[in-house]
C-alpha cells in the first residue's frame, strides 16, 4: 500500500463489494449457513474492502485501492455499480488499465496464492456475484472466487456440474500465483487442487495468465485415472509468468473491440501486462518486456439480449493455505472516459516540419514545438482537473505553450502560466488544463514552444519524453519519438521577428550572428558567403564581414520586395563550413494573413441514419484573418472540402457545403468564396469569417440515410486570397 502508484480516486459507490449471503440465497433459493467447522475454510465474508493508498509521495495523493485478500483462505469479489453508470458495454470499443498486487515473493511458509481475476460477467446475481459450491459455499483457492469448485468429488464426476458452480455467463482472465497441480488418490476426497495440471512443466514457475469461459462445461475435463478431479483448460494463449510475485506493481491495459459497429456477436480482447514502469509510469512498449495476448469472444455466452449490451465488470480472488496480498489501483474505468493523447513534434525553423522517424534531425537552436492533442472518445462522464505532467528532455529548453480547445465556443488558445518554465533547469513541466473535455468539447490541444540546443560539438541525441495526463476519471499518457540535433561547426542565429514589417520603399537589415562550436576552433568573420532564397528564388551571393563577435546585418533591397515575402539564408565559411538555415517574412505596407485557424472542426452528432439531414456546425468555428494594410484594402477567403471518410474507410454519403446569407447553396468540393471583406480603418482588423455563420448558413454538412455508424474525418483547405474572388464579383 505504500508503494501504490498513482491511480484514479472514485466515489465509493463506483464499485460494490459483493454481498457472498445475498448471492447464496438468490441462487439456491433457501437460507444457507456455512459450517464452522468445513473442510474447505471458507465462510459468507467478503475480504475484499476499498481503502485508500498509504504511499507518502505526494503526486499519488488519493489513490483508491481494492483490497481483495491478505491472509489464507479468504474469497473477495468488487463489481461496478451499474447505478453509477459503471459497466462494460461491448457494442463499443471499451478499455480498463489498472496496476495490480499479488505481494511479495515468498510467505513464512515459502509460498504464496492463490491470484486473483478479472471477470466480465451477466450472471443473475449481478453486483453480488461469486462461484458457489453446490451447497452455496464461497469458492476459494484454486477457483479464484470464479471458475467451479472442484470440491465433491464422490458426487461430482461431471463437468456440467462443476460449470454451474462457477460465476454464470462470464469470462474470465486469470492471474494464477499458486500452481494447483495434486495429483490425489483413487478415492480421496477434500478440496480440488488439480487446475492447473497441464500446465508448464511442474514448477511454481509456471505462475500464469490465461482466459476463458468459468461457466461452460468445456473448461474443465475430468482425470480419467481419478474421476471426480479436473483440471482446466487454459487454452492456447495462456502465458507463463514467473515474476507475477515478485513484490512488484504490475500495469495491466485491458482492451475490449466489437467485431464491427453493428456486429456485437464477436469482439476480441487484449490484455497487455507489465505495459508501464511502476515508478515512473512510462509506458513500456519492448515487446522482451510487455506480454500481450488476444483473445477471440463469443457475446452469445453472456446471455445478452439485443437491447442489453452492459456486462458487469470486476475483480476476484482468493486464497488456499497459503496467504496473498491481493491489491488493484485502476486508471481508467471504462464506461467512465476513453480518451487517447496523440504527440508530436515539430520544426518551425523549417516551416512548421514534422518530426518522424524518417525525418529526424534538427539543427542547434532551432525553433522546436511539441503538441499533444488529448481526443476524448466517451462516455458517461466528463473529463475534468486534468493536471498534465510534461518530461523535458535533454536538449531542449520550453519557453512557452498554450492550451486551445477548437470544439468549444471563444476557442482562443490559453496561454500556460509563464512560471511554468520559469525555472530553466527544470527537468519536468506541471500545469492544470483549464477546462474539462466533454462530448461537446471533445479536444484539447496543448503546445510546448522552445529551442533546442544553442550549440552541438557533435551529434545530439533528444530523447523520447514521457508526458502524463491524470485526470478525475482517467490517467493517461504518451511518449514522443526521439530525433537528433546535427552538429554544426557553423552556426547562425537572429534575433528578428518572424514577421519584419517594413514601409514602402524601405530597405530591410535583418541582423544576424554566426558562432562557431567548441572551444578549439579559430572563427573566420571576415571571409563568410551568404546564400539567400527571396520568394523561393535564389538570389546571388553576398560577401559578409562580421564584427569580433560574429554580429551581421543582411540587406535587402526594397525594390526586389513583393508585399508578402518569405526570405531564408544560410552562411559558409572560407573553409566550406555551412551554417543552419533562417527563415523569415517580410511585409511591406501592412500584412494580411491568418491569425488563427482551428485545427479541427466538427458538425453536430447524429443517432442514426435513417433521413437525408442537415447538420449544423458543432460549437462557434474560428477562422482568423488578421489584416494590418491601409483602409481600403480587400481580401476573400476560399473554401475546398475533401471527403468524409470513417475509420473504416467508408465513404460519407454526403458533402461539405457553403449555404450563403440568401440561402443559396454552393458546392465546396473545388475552391469557391466563403468570407470577402474591405478594410474600413488604416488600424490592424482580427476578423473571424465565421461570427457571421448561423446555424442555417455557412458551412454545414449534408447527411443521406444509409451512412454506417462511425466518426468520420476529411479536411477542409482554407485559402486567403488579398483582393475580392473574381468569383464573388460576378
Known sequence: MSTAPKGLNWNNDAFVVANFQAA???????????????????????????????????????????????????????????????????????????????????????????GMAFVLQNDKNKENSIALSADGIPVNGQALGVWGADWDHENQSFPDRLAKTAIQKSWALEFDTFVNRYKPSIGGTGEGVSFDLNVGDGNNGDRHIAGNYPALATTYKSDGDYPGFFTMDHGKNYKLHSNLVDGKWHHVTITWTPKSDTDHSQGTITYAY?????????????????????????????????????????????????????????????????????????????????????????????????????????????????????????????????????????????????????????????????????????????????????????????????????????????????????????????????????????????????????????????????????????????????????????????????????????????????????????????????????????????????????LPRLGKWQINVVDSREKGSQWSVQAKASDLVSEDKNKLLGNLFYRDANGKDHDIDKEFPVATHVKDTDDTQVKNIADTWTDNSGILLSAKKGNKAGIYKGTISWSLIDSLSNKNKA
Open 24 to 114: 447464496a440465497e438468490k441462487r439456491l433459493r433457501r437460507p444457507v449457513i456455512v459450517p464452522s467447522n468445513n473442510m474447505f475454510n471458507s465462510s459468507m465474508t467478503n475480504n475484499a474492502q476499498i481503502t485508500q493508498s498509504t504511499n507518502p509521495d505526494p503526486n499519488t495523493k488519493g489513490t483508491s485501492v481494492i483490497k481483495m485478500t491478505n491472509d489464507k483462505y479468504q474469497t473477495g469479489a468488487v463489481w461496478s455499480n451499474m447505478n453509477s453508470d459503471n459497466y462494460f458495454d461491448i457494442q463499443h470499443p471499451q478499455r480498463a488499465s489498472m496496476w495490480l498486487y499479488f505481494g511479495p515473493a515468498t510467505s513464512s511458509m515459502g509460498f504464496v496464492g492463490d
Open 274 to 614: 507489465n505495459d508501464k514502469d511502476p515508478k515512473s509510469g512510462i509506458p513500456i512498449t519492448d515487446p522482451n518486456q510487455v506480454v500481450q495476448t488476444s483473445f477471440n469472444i463469443d457475446t452469445k455466452n453472456f446471455g445478452l439480449t439485443e437491447n442489453n449490451t452492459k456486462l458487469y465488470w470486476g475483480f476476484t480472488g482468493s486464497t488456499g493455505k497459503y496467504s496473498e496480498n491481493n491489491l488493484l489501483v485502476f486508471e481508467s474505468i471504462p464506461s467512465f472516459v476513453d480518451a487517447e493523447a496523440v504527440p508530436a513534434i515539430y520544426d518551425d525553423s523549417q516551416g512548421g516540419t514534422e518530426i518522424t522517424e524518417s525525418n529526424n534531425t534538427v539543427d542547434p537552436n532551432s525553433d522546436i514545438r511539441y503538441t499533444y492533442t488529448l481526443n476524448y472518445k466517451g462516455w458517461t462522464k466528463n473529463w475534468d482537473k486534468i493536471s498534465t505532467k510534461v518530461d523535458v528532455p535533454d536538449h531542449i529548453k520550453f519557453t512557452s505553450g498554450t492550451i486551445t480547445y477548437p470544439n468549444s465556443a471563444g476557442n482562443k488558445p490559453h496561454q500556460i502560466n509563464p512560471s511554468v518554465f520559469s525555472n530553466s533547469n527544470a527537468t519536468k513541466l506541471n500545469f492544470l488544463l483549464p477546462d474539462k473535455l466533454t462530448p461537446e468539447s471533445r479536444t484539447a490541444i496543448i503546445e510546448l514552444h522552445g529551442k533546442t540546443e544553442k550549440n552541438a560539438t557533435e551529434t545530439l541525441t533528444v530523447p523520447a519524453a514521457h508526458a502524463s495526463f491524470e485526470g478525475d476519471n482517467l490517467i493517461t499518457d504518451a511518449n514522443t519519438i526521439p530525433f537528433k540535433i546535427r552538429y554544426r561547426k557553423l552556426n547562425l542565429y537572429s534575433d528578428s521577428p518572424n514577421i519584419i514589417k517594413v514601409k514602402e520603399n524601405e530597405d530591410v537589415y535583418i541582423p544576424a550572428q554566426v558562432t562557431y562550436a567548441g572551444s578549439n576552433n579559430n572563427p573566420y568573420y571576415q571571409n563568410l558567403t551568404v546564400y539567400q532564397k527571396l520568394n523561393n528564388n535564389s538570389t546571388e551571393t553576398q560577401s559578409i564581414t562580421a564584427d569580433l563577435s560574429g554580429n551581421f546585418e543582411l540587406p535587402i533591397a526594397s525594390y526586389s520586395l513583393d508585399k508578402i515575402n518569405t526570405v531564408s539564408f544560410y552562411v559558409k565559411d572560407q573553409d566550406g563550413n555551412t551554417s543552419n538555415t533562417i527563415t523569415r517574412q517580410i511585409t511591406v505596407g501592412g500584412n494580411l494573413a491568418f491569425d488563427y485557424v482551428q485545427n479541427i472542426v466538427s458538425f453536430k452528432p447524429i443517432n442514426g441514419s435513417f433521413i437525408d439531414e442537415i
